[in-house]
């Protein structure tokens, strides 16, 4: 297995944000993390990612743990945090090889890999353009190229598609089709309609428990107003504060 | 390594793409020629040392270098950037260290365009240039510890302001710790010896001394030290992030 995911639990104050998630994944594989605002989506994605430690549990990828051996899990994994923060002022290609180097490769290496990646995510011109001049959709594709920079086996992509046009969303949800096919990905959204065109597999977590898994096809059956219809019956179509 | 001259060679772009460090190095040497000539009276003075020109800057840099060290952290997590910053392998020191020293470098670069002071006194008379380049070291580490006292503080908040009052509020009790007042105060009430500790304490005793010409090794291990201690804080405080 590709991640193995054991019983995470994760709480800010009285909050229960994660309870007990586990599941595997493995390469091929396109999960779609789906649930309400506040379901725990992204605090998972989070603690994947090594950004924030769990109270209870254990992830690996690649049999490493991401908590024992953060950096080491971390070399393999590629992030798309949330808003995807860039930095504005620095034109792609610049912003490209400073992760890169961050990352520890060296000179010639980040070079390569940042032709690779730029390459992969369908940069083209707008490399050397200063990143506060692009599009939403340009700017995702940055984002998307620096989670793909140390070829990882996993990518984490937390709301992908947020707040882009119908076209940009589509020419993203290409891409994350394509690189799927030799790496996994977790991806959470919001939309059902992007599960149902991208993921092979669903996940729907609600007050931060896994509700539902399996393929968006397979959820959707028995509800009239399919994918929709499922989310509505697992979720209790109710909206949390925080 | 690798990590942090990359993080060092992006926050340094930072300060010379935005009008912080411009800002910065133009108002710093703007006040410090203001007192240097107007309040510290170097013509009237009649001597060539540099002894009006380095008084003033333990109070300068206590504003000023808050200035420089607020946005270190406190950007990154207003912008999300920190999360992107924490979830590459790369270790917490690299990123502490390189935005550290990236500030310093700002610091430096101030206290480079100063050096016309320098010649200046020289065409005047003779000075002691041991003196001045004692006044000089010890300039730069005492920054160094402005800039990790910003530092910490900036990690603690995603507020430029907020991190830039904490920052100036503890650089002054610091270097007040020196004051021949709040010794005078603190002597009566509890005793001399504890007035006299407080009073070591202080960013101002440990400057006066290099100021002299005097390189005493407490005091580059005081600087030294007090930079360490609050880069350690802000390594704390930013691994702090990763339990929520």
Redesign the interface.
């Known amino acids: 297995m590709l991640l193995e995911v054991d019983g995470l639990k ?1 709480r ?1 104050g009285k909050r229960v944000a994660v309870d007990g998630v586990s599941f595997s994944l493995d390469v091929g594989e396109i999960l779609g993390f789906l649930g309400p605002n506040g379901a725990g989506k992204t ?1 998972t994605m ?1 603690i994947l ?5 769990p109270d209870e549990g254990a992830c690996k990828v690649f049999n490493i743990d991401v908590l024992e051996e ?3 899990a ?2 393999r ?1 590629g ?1 798309l ?3 995807n ?3 504005g ?2 034109t792609p290609w610049a912003y490209l090889r ?2 890169a ?6 000179k010639d290496e980040a070079r390569t890999a940042v032709r690779r990646a730029a390459q992969d995510a369908r940069l083209g011109d707008a490399i050397e353009r200063p990143i506060e001049t692009l599009s939403k959709g340009y700017r995702r594709r940055v984002g998307l190229a ?1 989670a793909l920079l140390p070829e990882p086996m996993l990518l984490i992509l937390d709301e992908p598609t947020d707040g882009l046009d119908p076209n940009q969303r589509e020419a993203v949800r290409d891409l994350i089709r394509r690189l799927g096919q030799e790496r996994a990905i977790i991806l959470s959204t919001h939309s059902l309609e992007e599960v149902a065109a991208v993921c092979t597999r669903a996940i729907v977590i609600n007050e931060g428990r896994i509700v539902a898994d399996g393929p968006p096809a397979k959820l959707a059956e028995g509800h009239a107003d399919g994918l929709e219809g499922a989310f509505k019956a697992l979720t209790g179509g109710q909206e949390r504060v925080a | 390594m ?2 942090f ?3 060092y ?2 926050e340094l ?2 300060y010379v ?2 009008p912080t460090a411009y800002v910065f190095v133009a108002v710093f040497l703007f006040a410090i020629g203001l007192f240097t000539f107007q309040i510290g009276g170097f013509f009237e003075q009649r001597r060539a040392d540099l002894q009006g020109f380095f008084a003033f800057h333990p109070w300068l840099f206590m504003v000023f270098l808050p200035a420089v060290s607020m946005r270190l952290w406190a950007e990154e997590t207003r ?3 920190i ?9 917490t020191w ?1 990123l502490v260290a390189g935005k550290f020293c990236a500030a310093w470098t700002v610091a430096a670069a101030a206290l480079l365009f100063t050096i016309p002071l320098w010649v200046t006194v020289n065409l005047l008379g003779a000075p002691d240039n041991a003196a001045i380049v004692t006044g000089y070291l010890a300039s730069f580490l005492m920054a160094g510890a402005y800039l990790a006292i910003g530092s910490a503080m900036s990690a603690l908040t995603d507020s430029q302001v907020v991190a830039f009052v904490l920052a100036v509020l503890i650089a002054f009790m610091l270097t007040a710790l020196g004051l021949p007042m709040v010794s005078d105060f603190v002597a009566p009430l509890l005793g001399g010896g504890v007035a006299d500790a407080v009073s070591r304490f202080s960013i101002l005793n440990h400057f006066e001394a290099a100021q002299r010409g005097i390189v005493e090794l407490r005091s580059v291990w005081y600087f030294l030290s007090l930079s360490a201690m609050f880069l350690g804080f802000t390594w704390l405080a930013v691994d702090a ?4």
């Not at chain 2, 999360?83 to 270790?91: A, R």
């Not at chain 2, 992030?241 to 929520?244: F, I, P, S």
Request: net charge positive; charged share 25%; aromatic share 8%.
């Open positions: 994760k800010f605090t989070r990612a090594g950004y924030l430690e953060r950096g080491r971390q070399t994994i992030y945090p949330e808003g923060p860039l930095y002022e620095m400073f992760i180097e961050t990352r520890g490769m060296r620096a | 690798r990590s001259l990359a993080i060679r992006r772009l930072s793409t935005t912008s999300g950037a999360e992107l910053l924490m979830t590459l392998p790369s270790p690299a992030r990763r339990g929520g």
